[in-house]
């Protein structure tokens, strides 16, 4: 296992189009996070998943975001009419259900630029 | 709500030197975890070292240890040694115990190695 992949690396879009971005995570891991960063803060959270079920949004998530994990294995998320404000690095990550002291395994992160 | 505090946007430190970055967080609770994690330019956040609340001896990780001060609300980190590839940013990171999904940022440090 190579680790929380993260698909594209690199997204363009124009405002008021779709994206939808790909997290495969580690795969012995069944809980599943999506943060948002932009530029010069720390990341903020912006849901989870324990297998397929969506157990937290942040008020973050506004309607034009949904994210799904079917089968509890990959996650997807996607932006909706994106405006120039969705512009951010899109980070995934996963662990196991009993974190305990353990952080996240993190993926490279997909940079959203929206012109 | 808890918060937490990293009030150095950037730190410089000559290679083979010592430097020690900055964390204050503010919380009810007494059972919780903190977290450094490094971010690379371009690359994915890795966990540094970590600190349960619980036990007063502070984390060791090679050139990496912490300073945690429980009753000040501090968790410091100090680099021994400082090499080129330790330029990055540096997050410090809190979670409650029982959380088992949301880390809460700090803005982050900009370190700088001089060679």
């Known amino acids: 296992d190579t680790g929380v992949s993260q698909d594209p690396r690199h997204k363009i879009t124009k405002r008021g189009q779709n994206v939808t971005f790909r997290c495969d995570p580690i795969?012995?891991?069944?809980?599943l996070y999506w943060y948002r960063q932009t530029l010069g803060q720390g990341p903020e959270f912006l849901t989870y998943?324990?297998?397929?079920?969506?157990?937290?949004k942040s008020r973050l998530l506004s309607d034009r975001f949904s994210a799904e994990r079917p089968k509890g294995s990959f996650s997807t998320l996607e932006i909706q009419r994106t405006e120039q404000g969705d512009s951010a690095m899109y980070l995934c990550?996963?662990?196991?259900?009993?974190?305990?002291?353990?952080?996240?395994?993190f993926g490279s992160g997909t940079r959203l630029t929206v012109v | 709500a808890q918060t937490v505090t990293q009030s150095q946007p950037e730190m410089s430190v000559q290679e083979a030197e010592t430097v020690t970055l900055s964390c204050t967080y503010d919380?009810?609770?007494?059972?919780?975890?903190l977290f450094w994690y490094k971010q690379p330019p371009s690359r994915q956040m890795i966990l540094v070292i970590r600190?349960?609340?619980?036990k007063q001896q502070n984390a060791t990780e090679n050139r990496f240890s912490v300073n945690f001060q429980k009753a000040a609300k501090s968790f410091s980190l100090k680099i021994s040694d400082s090499q080129l590839g330790d330029a990055a940013m540096y997050f410090c990171?809190?979670?409650?115990?029982?959380?088992?999904?949301?880390?809460?940022w700090g803005a982050g440090t900009k370190l700088i190695i001089k060679p």
């Open positions: 990550a996963s662990s196991l259900r009993q974190m305990g002291s353990s952080g996240y395994t």
């Open positions: 795969s012995e891991h069944n809980r």
């Open positions: 998943f324990q297998n397929e079920a969506q157990l937290e």
């Open positions: 919380t009810s609770e007494s059972d919780y975890y």
């Open positions: 600190q349960e609340a619980y």
């Open positions: 990171a809190y979670r409650h115990m029982d959380s088992n999904y949301q880390l809460i």
